[in-house]
């Protein structure tokens, strides 16, 4: 009898010390267990390519004469400055690689390429006209020049990243780098009263300094693709524009003068570009 009321205590002690428990396992919560934040793994390369417009921009240029006719003004007779210069709008491409350093500061290297129209415009001197022989009147005389330019550009680029608002981050830039400028054949209209001349010279190339200013903002596509819209001012030094007509160039030995003209008749003073971009950068 003893022994059956000692193995029924126990019992119902073993009863109480499992309902404790698990009472005690409902009111504490269990351990919550946090997962971990995906973390993008990225190299800091990137790639990029951009299209654009340029505005057009006025610029100016000189040009010598050269007089064959008339004695004493043999060989370059003087030089004169354009009225008028000016560089037509047109579209740009572009395409690049850089590198992120942090959150704040990247830099790439670029490739851009523009074409655009050439105008040029520059009132005759009254001895010019004399010496060509064709109107000795003063008035509505001038020059007239047109032509194409290619101009592509290598340029290495700095850009310090702002504070991001959302998915958009601002962004300023600046870069510098070369310009190789190639003219297509120069169009001469020469104009005076009653009287046209034209004439065609061989367009020139040239490789010069350049440098640019840039402003933007980027927005997050996703988490390696940003749209990035942005002004850029691309400064271009002067250079070589085309050299003397045929008539300037040929030899000019049977009137006496020896050889004809060499070298570059014109040169342009530079270009001041403005233009709106629209590209894409793609993270590694």
Known sequence: MTQRILTVTLAAFSVLALSETLVAADLVPPPIIEEATPVLNTSGWYIRGDIGYAAKSKTDGRWNFWNQEAAPYRGVDDTFHYDRFSLKPGVTY???VGYRFNDWLRTDVTLDYFRAGINGRTNCPSYVKASKGFNLVEDNCHYDDSSDAGILTAMANAYVDL????????????????????YDRWNTLETCEGCTYQSYKDGLNSTRFAMALM??????????????????YLRINGGKAYGYDAADQASQTGYGFGPGATGAQARDH????????AGLRYGF
């Open 94 to 96: 572009g395409a690049g």
């Open 163 to 182: 504070p991001s608002v959302g998915a958009l981050t601002p962004y300023l830039g600046a870069g510098i780098g070369a310009a190789h400028v190639k």
């Open 215 to 232: 402003a933007g903002t980027s927005y997050d596509l996703s988490d390696r693709l940003k749209l990035d819209i942005g002004y850029r």
């Open 270 to 277: 530079g270009f001041d570009i403005h233009s709106v971009r």
